[in-house]
């Protein structure tokens, strides 16, 4: 079992910054893929961006290549998305995730714990 829980969100303006954490507990997460995913009102859940679990290796989604960092912190099992030059199509619920298995990539449906997720709103 991991546990996982997002923080940070808020309501932000067009081209500011916000800082999620995923606090995760539970299995070793530090041997673990972790990804953050978002879903808008209306529409699917998306792929943000996922990192290895030695933070040695990164994946993003095109739209938020070089405006969103990846990150995370083994000692403290906390994971980290460094949003900046926020748009309001960035509002979502964002959602941390872990796959149990070896599992590095996109596809959410690889992924077994997911966080309840942190709101994310930017205005224009």
């Given at each position: 079992q991991v546990q996982l829980v997002e923080s940070g969100g808020g309501l932000v303006q067009a081209g500011g910054s916000l800082r999620l954490s995923c606090a995760a507990s539970g299995r070793t997460f530090s041997s673990?893929?972790?990804g953050w995913f978002r879903q808008?009102?209306?529409k699917e859940r998306e792929f943000v961006a996922a990192i290895s679990w030695s933070g040695g290796s990164t994946i993003y989604a095109?739209?938020?290549k070089g405006r969103f960092t990846i990150s995370?912190?083994?000692a403290k099992n906390t994971g980290y998305l460094q949003m900046n030059s926020l748009k309001p199509?960035?509002?979502a619920v964002y959602y941390c995730a872990?796959?149990?298995g070896n599992y590095y990539g996109r596809r959410a449906?690889?992924?077994d714990y997911w966080g309840q997720g942190?709101?994310?709103t930017v205005s224009s």
């Open positions: 673990l893929t972790m808008a009102p209306g095109d739209s938020m995370r912190d083994n199509e960035d509002t872990v796959p149990v449906q690889e992924y942190t709101q994310v």
